[in-house]
């Protein structure tokens, strides 16, 4: 226990502090010796102040922990951040200066120009912006952040397509799970039975996170990728995991059997969280489905399944992934143990 990266957990009490602390309760590099939330929070005893909505028990180690500030010094070497956006930049800020590595769900810093927003599997060549920031805050600190939740399953989805053949267009339309809101998220009398037509801020994110995510790292700069995207997101009467359709018209034809390997061409990063297939792609004209591929790589794996000729771009496909695993913590926990694999925590 003694030789894990001591880690804290910054908005520990929220719906994605919850779940980094259940996937970090028998982690093999991590163990959680920090928990961190509003001033409301501080001094109390996590299982006394939390109000727990996962699965798993209450780690054993963390549970006693003492809610710290997140102003407070913390005895980790590695934050993780669950924060609402309303309070994340700052306290990000906070910390980098102060000599931690912040590993961020939060939107805030996701398009700063010297901030990597990462997908390991698809850009890791992106955490060569730490460097520039190192430089910045002048005290080892540095914060990486992962892309939005839809965004990681269509992202996922479309970069072995857009590396092998390029993209023109892309219309995407979500349909999201409910705690992709958070807790306690959106009232019952609202959405049994409905469908909401708008996500604040989601339309936006998924038009112009991806361009950065397939953006090439040049000259310590990201030239954004060159195509459009346009995105319609609508939250559905589902617990967890986001489904999508998605059309695309490529720069390069390509034949079915073209794009389908290209989708099976991911390489396994061969770390703690790596699900054993990136992208699983099935011909069933019925899936993914959430109910049947909610678990796929214990939550860590994009399925997609029915790529067909699209009548306006050329293809379309549908695509699923866990929003609060895959989408959220999951994917900082990922970026975080490739940090460590590769000697960026100091």
């Known amino acids: ?65 003492t809610i710290k500030k997140c102003s407070d010094v913390l005895d ?37 120009s010297d901030i990597p927003l990462i997908i390991p599997e698809v850009n890791s060549e992106h955490f060569g912006l730490i460097e520039k920031q190192k430089e910045k805050y002048n005290s080892g600190g540095y914060i990486v952040t992962n892309p939005n939740c839809s965004t990681v399953v269509l992202a996922v989805t479309l970069f072995p397509v857009y590396k092998n053949f390029g993209l023109k ?25 409905n469908v909401i037509p708008h996500i604040n801020d989601e339309e936006e994110k998924m038009q112009i996170e991806p361009l950065k995510i397939f953006g090439k790292f040049e000259d310590g700069k990201i030239k954004f990728a060159d195509f459009k995207i346009s995105a319609m997101c609508n939250r559905v009467p589902v617990r967890d995991g986001h489904t999508m359709s998605i059309s695309f018209e490529t720069e390069k034809r390509a034949s ?27 011909d069933d004209p019925f899936r993914p489905q959430p109910l049947l591929d909610i678990d796929t790589g214990n939550g860590m794996t994009v399925t997609a399944g029915n790529l067909r000729k699209c009548g306006v771009l050329e293809w379309k496909i549908n ?9 959220a913590a999951g994917a900082a926990i990922l970026n975080a143990e490739y940090l460590i694999k590769n000697n960026l925590v100091k």
């Not at 770390?271 to 297939?277: A, D, F, H, Q, R």
């Open 169 to 193: 267009k892309v219309l995407v339309t979500t349909m999201q799970a409910v705690s992709g809101a958070g807790y306690p998220g959106i009232s019952s009398m609202d959405i049994l039975g």
């Open 76 to 112: 980790a070497e590695l934050l993780f951040s669950g924060l609402d956006s309303s309070a994340a930049g700052g306290i990000e800020d906070y910390y980098a200066g102060k000599g931690y590595v912040v590993v961020s769900n939060s939107k805030n810093h996701r398009m700063g």
């Open 1 to 65: 226990m003694s030789s894990k990266i001591k880690v804290g957990i910054l908005g520990c009490t929220g719906a994605v502090g919850q779940k980094l602390i259940s996937l970090l309760g028998n982690h093999p590099l991590f163990r959680v010796t920090e928990v961190a939330a509003s001033d409301n929070s501080a001094g109390i005893k996590y299982a006394g102040r939390v109000n727990w909505k996962e699965s798993s028990r209450i780690p054993d180690s963390v549970k006693e922990l």
């Open 319 to 327: 695509a699923f992934g866990h929003n609060t695993i895959r989408g």
């Open 256 to 282: 079915k059997d073209e794009i389908i390997s290209a989708l099976g061409s991911y390489d396994n990063l061969n770390l703690p969280s790596s699900p054993e297939l990136v992208l699983k792609y099935t």
